[in-house]
Every structure is written in C-alpha cells, then in structure tokens.
C-alpha cells in the first residue's frame, strides 16, 4: 500500500509491502517464501504504534485474499500493562477484520528493563530462536522534536532493526501524527480509544510522560481530537 501521511508540515509518502506475489511464488524483501509455511508475527503492546501496525499487516493480507495466513502477535510484560491493553486491542482487531489471531501473551522481560519500561534483549532474542522463518514487526517510531522529547534518547539495540534482520520496523523513519494518520487513512479509527500510551499509569493516562506527550501532539497536529482510552 502506498499512502501520503501527516499534517501539512510532515507530509510524507509511505510505503508497506508485506510481501510480494510472483507467479506462485511469494516474497519477504529478498527472502524466497512458499505459501504453504508463510507467516508473519507482530510485536502488539496494546499502544497506538502496533495496532495500527497490525491492522496495517491485514490490510494488505485482506487486499490479495489471504487473510488464512496466520499471524502471531506477541507481547513482552512491562510495567505499563502492555498485556491487558494488547489483548483488548487485539479482540477488537480479530472483530473488525473477521479473523483468529495467534496471541502469545505475558512473555517475561528482563528485569532491568521491566523496571524501565524498556523491552530487554532477552525477549527478543528469545522470540527469535522459536519462532525460525518469521519476519517480526515491530512499532518502533521516530523520536519526537525536542520541544516534545526534552531529552536526550536513542533507540535501544538498533542493530535489530536492518535489513538484514528478521525483524522489520516500518515506522522507524516515521513521528507520531504520521503513524496516527493511517488510523483514518484504513478507516481504523474506531480501535483508537482501546489503545494506550502512558508509561506512567496502567490505567488512563498522566498527561506528563513523554508518551502522554508524543500522543497528544500526535492528535494536535492532524486537528483531531483524542477520544481516550477505554477498558472493555
């Protein structure tokens, strides 16, 4: 799918191919995949990025009428309760698109990172070993201008993220009122209000982390307006 994204001033032309169809052949970037054994996973947290992210993944699956192709989502625990939200967003997803998602949920983190809110590489590493032959998205988005991140940060264990990884992150080069377009662009918009953002709360949101604060400038900036989250 190709869709021009973001408010006036980030306007940006984005691409998402989940593969490609060659006679009976089909392709992951320069992967050669049959049919039979394909899927794809997604790292789902419940917040706007990977549900979006996942919608994105049925989309293109429902365009070429191969919704049958498993996709499994997993979900690392974190102390801002990725694992409740991820499966209210996930029942909502397999609602709207009429499909059974593999959820492989309450992952362990490692430690540190849990104490963070970071993801460990542990996880990560982890998922890779066990699940051979499956490309994983990931949500991870550009980091906010300085007048919303008032700090320095960088993305964790950015060697993940090549080309020549198994995993794919397709918002790396996008800001958040990108990512939030896409929600209207697929007529998606409906699943906002049982994503959720803040690193603070579990629940609700704290209106003063950076998360809280990148999510807010996502709505401001597209003009729209933040319907909240709801627990279902």
Request: aromatic share 10%; net charge neutral; glycine share 8%.
């Amino acid at each position: 799918m190709k869709l021009i994204l973001g408010p006036e001033n980030l306007q940006t032309e984005f691409e998402f191919t989940l593969y490609k169809q060659v006679g009976s052949m089909f392709y992951n970037d320069s992967k050669l995949l049959s049919m039979k054994h394909y899927s794809v996973g997604a790292y789902v947290s419940g917040g706007l990025d990977s549900t979006i992210m996942l919608c994105m993944m049925l989309t293109e699956l429902r365009n070429i009428n191969r919704l049958d192709i498993p996709v499994t989502c997993f979900t690392i625990t974190k102390s801002d309760g990725p694992t409740f939200y991820a499966t209210q967003v996930i029942k909502k997803v397999e609602e709207k698109f009429s499909v059974k998602l593999i959820h492989k949920n309450e992952i362990p983190n490692d430690l540190e990172q849990d104490k963070t809110g970071d993801i460990g590489p542990t996880p990560i590493k982890d998922i890779h070993s066990q699940n051979i032959g499956m490309v994983v998205y990931m949500g991870i988005n550009r980091m906010a201008p300085d007048d919303i991140r008032p700090f320095s940060q960088k993305l964790n264990n950015p060697y993940i993220y090549g080309k020549d990884s198994v995993f794919r992150a397709p918002f790396i080069n996008l800001h958040k009122p990108q990512i939030l377009d896409i929600y209207f662009k697929l007529g998606c918009e409906d699943l906002i209000t049982y994503t959720h953002s803040c690193t603070v709360l579990k629940e609700g949101a704290c209106g003063e982390c950076y998360s809280c604060a990148e999510r807010k400038w996502g709505f401001d900036s597209l003009g729209k307006t933040d319907p909240g989250t709801i627990i279902v």
